[in-house]
T-cell receptor
Framework: KNQVEQSPQSLIILEGKNCTLQ??????????LRWYKQDTGRGPVSLTI?????NTKSNGRYTATLDADTKQSSLHITASQLSDSASYICVVSGTSGTYKYIFGTGTRLKVLA | GAVVSQHPSWVICKSGTSVKIECRSL??????MFWYRQFPKQSLMLMAT?????????EQGVEKDKFLINHASLTLSTLTVTSAHPEDSSFYIC???????????FGPGTRLTVT
């Protein structure tokens, strides 16, 4: 069964600290993996997208890594800001050439001043 | 580029009435649009996929007669929740794809509350 699991479910950190969110997937065959940020009451906004051959992708203070062998990805947030408080969703696409997104359950991040 | 809008952003309706939600691609033509539902503290659940000019394909467990989807043009898709009930209260999100890539661009969502 194609699944995407994220951990932790929720996380609270202090402003300025770094954090890492995890994503494990069982989707096969694998096409690409995306990380989205979703603010409360808003639609998801794309942060990064990685294909099978990419190990890391950065977008400002966000850095995603991918290990296609172990089917794991992580999203590292550097020098967190209050505006980073949101849900972060890992999304995996299966067979290349399809629109189907398989969504993770998300990690709710709260950054405190 | 690749902006998707939804209208309304929130709506409150009475049980038994119908409500229509619009999804528009503002700066590209969307050959495929998707409708998702999201309950509190849960991830997005795909409801249906629609291609312009064709009938929507509904996911298992989604009642097509209750959630009417129309994708009449390359920039507009509508979701009509018919005979709404309180359990239909949710956050509805659409996404759109141009067909040149398989990237989905998400709208800001519509909060539906049925009283």
């Amino acid at each position: 069964k194609n699944q995407v699991e994220q951990s932790p479910q929720s996380l609270i950190i202090l402003e300025g600290k770094n954090c890492t969110l995890q994503c494990n997937y069982t989707v096969s065959p694998f096409s690409n993996l995306r990380w989205y940020k979703q603010d409360t009451g808003r639609g998801p906004v794309s942060l990064t997208i990685m294909t099978f051959s990419e190990n890391t992708k950065s977008n400002g203070r966000y850095t995603a890594t991918l290990d296609a062998d172990t089917k794991q990805s992580s999203l590292h947030i550097t020098a967190s800001q209050l505006s980073d408080s949101a849900s972060y969703i890992c999304v995996v696409s299966g067979t290349s050439g399809t629109y189907k997104y398989i969504f993770g359950t998300g990690t709710r991040l709260k950054v405190l001043a | 580029g690749a902006v998707v809008s939804q209208h309304p952003s929130w709506v409150i309706c009475k049980s038994g009435t119908s409500v229509k939600i619009e999804c528009r691609s503002l700066d590209f033509q969307a050959t495929t649009m998707f409708w998702y539902r999201q309950f509190p503290k849960q991830s997005l659940m795909l409801m249906a996929t629609s291609n312009e000019g064709s009938k929507a394909t509904y996911e298992q467990g989604v009642e097509k007669d209750k959630f009417l989807i129309n994708h009449a043009s390359l920039t507009l898709s509508t979701l009509t929740v018919t005979s709404a009930h309180p359990e239909d209260s949710s956050f509805y999100i659409c996404s759109a794809s141009s067909g040149f890539t398989y990237e989905q661009y998400f709208g800001p969502g519509t909060r539906l509350t049925v009283t």
